[in-house]
């Protein structure tokens, strides 16, 4: 397995999706009653294996994702070679960057001496979906990226 399975939960959301993989691998519901009855192995793999696909077309369709501390911002725009990451850093502020209130403080302050801006652009290690991955799996959000262009476009048309 390749990512990790999905929950309970998140089967029951995508059950018509997981009939459709079941169907494909010409299972019915009578087979798959049956499987489930007698062959546990083989439903940790169809499992296993609905949970890759899963991850697999979320990953890849994955354009902007972001991880926020109360300190700390990274946003991410994720493109076919490599990804773009702005990073905000602020220090002795009573707002928490985790909030939409927290991003608004840091535009209207951007040029104070309390808000550190950094930009780099990296290509991917080891490949795009497990870069992607590995940050959603310490905490990181997908997002639609309306914080990375507001603040690439200060970052840009700045100077700090």
Known sequence: MKYHRLTDS????????????LASNSIDKTKWDRIKETELH???????????LVWEKILTQCSNFEFA??????LFNTRLDEVETLIVKVV?????????????????????ETVSLFHATRAYSPSRNEFIYSYLRKGAVLSEGIYFKELKSYFFNSIK
């Open 10 to 21: 998140q089967f029951i959301e995508m059950h018509h999706e997981f009939a459709i993989f």
């Open 69 to 74: 501390t109360k300190d700390q911002l990274f």
């Open 42 to 52: 083989t439903v940790d793999l169809l499992l296993d294996g609905f949970s890759d």
């Open 92 to 112: 002795n502020v009573d707002y928490d960057l985790t909030t939409s209130k927290g991003f608004e403080w840091v535009l209207k302050n951007i040029h104070s």
